[in-house]
């Protein structure tokens, strides 16, 4: 619970943030308190994290009956899986019995790599042991006290809701949230020509402890403005000149906007001229651009012809945040004979602009503890920037109106 102190140092926080949206060449950015104090980001867990749909993967991540993989979502163990129908569902991974996680102790899962498989899940502590639909089957040594038949039921594994997007898997921690779909409809109109959801999961890369607040990441990845001088060399592909950016309405769920090819048919992360099959179906409009995605609050997705990689952003704190990335092909990459090589050479190309956003993002983090950090007036190229900013907003603002005056 919030205290009265709390409460008021946060609405003023939220009352300057008013100067954040609007028209690019009017807005500033957010206040630096929202970046830096650990006490506005416990209201943003609040606020944001608790009631907004989170992405925590893809389908085909989980690609068979019995397949299940364990994710931690703000501290949260969860487990996405495909149970023995077929239907994806999310499970908390906490056993009903004394809490212990069925994934952690003596059963891990290094973060990265592929789902783990079987027809049950069973808690290593005491063996207690769960369908693929959270019922709970069995529990050894408890006749004594409670009849496993009686156990069975009222206890079994809760299931958080989910909805899934094009193949992508959200979950929401509110079970009076509004569905997710409405919010997504300029996403849905550009996948309805991507098939995202047919995409296959090819590499996966897991990032801890970098030190950046969350909503620096999505304003870092939906301005072009610092890409012709941080990435010089590396982002050539996509001039910033080349940008158009996507117009936002209230009630939003994503913030958008593309970049064109410098040349026809171009890649951003393409070298030695060495190409992947492109996904089957896309507009000329898709082949030739990119589109950078925002699903807020815990997506980056960058959407190519070739690919789409998407990061799935866990805040850890005010300064502290965590992601996991994952690569999507079209089967037709997957299967062709220089996969690997020209994967992994267009990954370590995009690792190479990775490195430099966290490096300009680690030392923006740090300055913004400084007292004279500006609330800085934004060039056309950041036109994302309120937009991000109005949603976020939006949120504060609502959370704020259902705590005491």
């Known amino acids: 619970m919030l205290n009265p102190d709390c409460i008021s140092f946060i609405r003023q926080v939220v009352d300057k943030a008013a100067t954040s949206i609007g028209p690019v060449a009017d807005a500033e950015i957010l206040p630096r308190e929202a970046y830096v104090s650990q006490q506005f980001f416990e209201f943003e867990k609040h606020a944001i994290f608790a009631r907004e749909w989170l992405c925590i993967g893809h389908v085909n991540e989980v690609p068979n009956p019995g397949d299940y993989l364990p994710l931690t979502i703000l501290e949260e163990p969860i487990l996405l899986l495909r149970d023995d129908a077929g239907t994806v569902r999310v499970l908390s991974s906490i ?9 952690g102790g003596l059963v891990e899962h290094a973060p990265g790599t592929p789902c783990l498989h079987g027809a049950r899940l069973v808690c290593p502590y005491h063996n207690w042991t769960y369908g693929l639909d ?17 156990l069975r039921k009222h206890i079994r594994l809760p299931e958080i809701r989910s909805e899934i997007f094009h193949g992508l898997v959200f979950i929401n921690f509110d079970s009076d949230a509004k569905p997710l ?13 991507y098939p995202v959801e047919q995409l296959i999961p090819a590499h996966v890369f897991v990032a801890k402890d970098l030190h950046w607040n969350w909503k620096l990441h999505h304003e870092n990845a939906l301005e072009p403005y610092h890409t012709d001088y941080v990435h010089k060399g590396y982002h050539n592909a996509v001039p910033s000149q080349l940008t158009r ?7 939003d769920g994503q913030v958008m906007r593309s ?7 171009g890649d951003l992360f393409e070298t030695k001229g060495r190409r992947l099959p492109e996904v089957e179906g896309l507009t000329q409009e898709q082949r030739s651009r990119v589109m950078f995605v925002s699903i807020m609050p815990n997506v980056v997705a960058v959407v190519q012809p070739s690919f789409v990689a ?4 866990n805040p850890n704190s005010a300064g502290v945040m965590e992601w996991r ?24 190309r995009q690792r190479v602009i990775i490195m430099q956003d966290q490096v300009t993002q ?26 991000l900013n109005q949603w976020v907003v939006e949120k504060y603002r609502r959370a704020l109106a259902e705590l005491p005056a």
């Not at 959270?134 to 009686?150: F, Q, W, Y």
């Not at 950016?245 to 009630?251: I, P, R, T």
């Not at 970049?259 to 048919?265: A, P, Q, V, Y």
């Not at 092909?329 to 020209?342: L, M, S, V």
């Open 362 to 387: 680690i030392a923006l983090q740090s300055a913004y503890q400084s007292r004279y950090t500006p609330r800085g007036k934004l060039a056309k190229l950041e036109s994302a920037i309120p937009q």
């Open 310 to 313: 998407m990061t799935l952003i």
């Open 95 to 103: 056993c009903q019995h004394r809490g212990h996680p069925i994934v």
């Open 259 to 265: 970049t064109g090819f410098l040349i026809e048919d």
């Open 181 to 193: 779909a409405p919010r997504l409809v300029k996403l849905d109109r550009e996948f309805a020509t």
């Open 325 to 348: 990335r994952v690569n999507l092909y079209p089967k037709a990459a997957i299967e062709f004979p220089d996969f690997e090589t020209i994967s992994r050479e267009m990954y370590d």
């Open 245 to 251: 950016f996507c117009d936002y309405e209230d009630g």
């Open 134 to 150: 959270g019922r709970l089957i069995g529990a050894p040594g408890m006749e004594d006290t409670t009849p496993v038949s009686e």
